[in-house]
């Protein structure tokens, strides 16, 4: 339990609040990479409460302006995609990708108002399929060496979706390793041969065991929670016998990520990016290990609860979540159905759009967000006393950043302790891309 004073520094991220600032000091993704298809690629995003227009030139290059045109505020995202950049269709003043005005055609001949006109811009990058935006203050950080961001395109697949909630509740289920035994509780294992592109569906590794069996059956996980170098990492063991105890390891990438197993073959790094204080979309990039990813597949799969253009989810508050009776008694935990972004969905969209955590009262499995608060705050205090937000690595430490590693498999009770190492060590070594990072 918190006090509301201390929720809302944590949840509200307008322009001018503490959160705010802290989070603006990070790369957050606007857009898909495929939302910028189409004959005119342009897209008007809200990211944190500002509106921008984000575009792609005619030589390729990425553009994200305020959404607001500087001569007299019509909204950019309705301008012509022409002559080298974003023309206004007011008064067609014209802009390129670093927010220059390039031309005000209706001044006098010999104006040079243009030249004193500048929008403002923010730098912008497309990696694996997630356009990422920085708006804060100062230099960005650069990018880690992250398997989402090192795996070749063809092994990567990013896909998003908008949930009507704050973005930390939406986080936070992402570090509470105890709900996946009952909000993704089916009644019945699927054959795990047909789990692909679905998380909680497979087999964990080195095991035959549905993972839907052991989240079922073993109910009362063993969490412990570490400090990692880009924030922090979740071990969460269930005893299946004497011999055997299942081991899943994953992690939170301050300040918004976590990076978690999907299956032995993919991963998931997750972003949960505040649209407003009270909206988040969640990016995913899933990384294939193995062969290339299925991208028709993974995307007709999401597509089935997800609808384009906003990436909205079919099934939300206004239809109950699809909620069955019949199917909450004989099939699933929840009765909203097998699509478990629903039941994470409805989990952080039931609280509330903003959670009063000064009715809450956290358990011992809470410690994954306990631990994220104190995180979370602690940054937030430093940021506001003038010292660097952290995590903010330059070119050198973002190369020493690799993984993380990010496990769900079946261990013997000897090699409970070495199990991520080993099997994470494995996953490269059987994985041609990764392996030949291993070797640098
Ligand atoms: S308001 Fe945009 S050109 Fe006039
Ligand atoms: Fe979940």
Known sequence: MISAEKNDLMTRVG?????????????QPVALAEELNGPRPLKPVKLMGQDFVLFRDAEGRLGL????????????AFGRLESGGLRCAFHGWLFDATGQCLETPAEPAGSKLCTRI????????????????????GEPPAFPDFDCFVAPDSHTFAFKGLWECNWLQALEVGIDPAHASFLHRFFQDEDTSESYGKQFRGASADSEMAITQVLREYDCPDISVAPAPYGMQLTTLRKLSEE????????VVFPQTFVIPMSSEMTISQWHVPVDDTHCYWYAIFTSFTGPVDKQQMRDQRLGTIELPEYTSRKNKRNNYGYSVE???????????TDINVHDQWACESMGPIQNRTREHLGTTDKG???YRRMLLDAIDSTMAGDAAPMRPDAAQASTLTGPPSIDGVASAAKVASYCRDADLARRQGSDWAR???AD
């Open 15 to 27: 322009h001018d609040t503490p959160a705010g600032k802290l989070l603006r000091r990070y790369w």
């Open 65 to 76: 302006l305020d959404r607001d045109c500087p001569h007299r505020g019509a909204d950019l």
């Open 118 to 137: 500048r929008q403002s811009a923010y730098p912008v990058v497309e990696k694996s399929g997630v356009v990422f935006a920085y708006i804060g203050e």
């Open 244 to 251: 055997q105890t299942h081991v899943r390891v994953t992690n």
């Open 327 to 337: 199917e909450q008694l004989n099939q699933t935990y929840t009765g909203m159905g």
């Open 369 to 371: 967000i306990v631990a």
């Open 436 to 438: 030949a990072r291993l």
